[in-house]
């Protein structure tokens, strides 16, 4: 996800395959929570504040929240926020997917040097419940201006 459409890589989540065996891995207590998932992001808000000179500038921050489907059903929410480290493009972001089984926290850094604007990498950092200990990456790609697609890979 880049900055001005804050879709994010994880941002963090959609659709090549299906995720009922990521859901079967990460629902299950018996089996390790490692594997991929997919999810379809829709986005239902977006807003910008623009704290310093007009324009993009240091400390500029938005928050975003939207809807996450899988095989056309919705199966959770996601909320974000990035800041504008500076007037280049560059933001730190984080995500969190709200899921059945727990919440999931993603980590990325956008902008030149950083993350690309169509294909993201983002960073896996933790969670709720189920994902607690979860550690991977995301990989997202944008299908729109309201919406991304991320796939989830969760390490053992």
């Given at each position: 996800?880049k900055?001005?459409?804050a ?14 065996g ?18 379809r ?16 500038s ?14 056309g ?5 996601y ?6 480290m500076?007037?280049?493009g ?34 896996v ?14 990989v997202?790609?944008?299908?729109g ?12």
């Amino acid at each position: 996800m880049k900055w001005k459409t804050a879709t994010a890589s994880a941002a963090v989540v959609v659709a090549t395959g299906g995720v009922a065996g990521g859901w079967a891995a990460a629902s299950s207590a018996s089996t390790p929570l490692a594997g991929s998932f997919t999810l379809r992001a829709h986005q239902t808000s977006f807003h910008i504040v623009d704290t310093g000179k007009r324009g993009d500038s240091a400390g500029d921050f938005g928050t975003l929240t939207g809807k996450l489907f899988n095989s056309g059903h919705q199966v959770g929410r996601y909320v974000g926020q990035c800041v504008q480290m500076d007037g280049r493009g560059h933001s730190l972001c984080n995500f969190v997917f709200a899921l059945p089984t727990g919440q999931l926290d993603i980590e990325a850094a956008y902008g030149r040097g950083l993350n690309g604007n169509r294909r993201t990498h983002d960073a896996v950092v933790g969670g709720t419940r189920t994902y607690a200990t979860a550690r991977g990456d995301a990989v997202g790609r944008e299908t729109g201006a309201t919406g991304f697609i991320e796939v989830v890979h969760l390490q053992q």
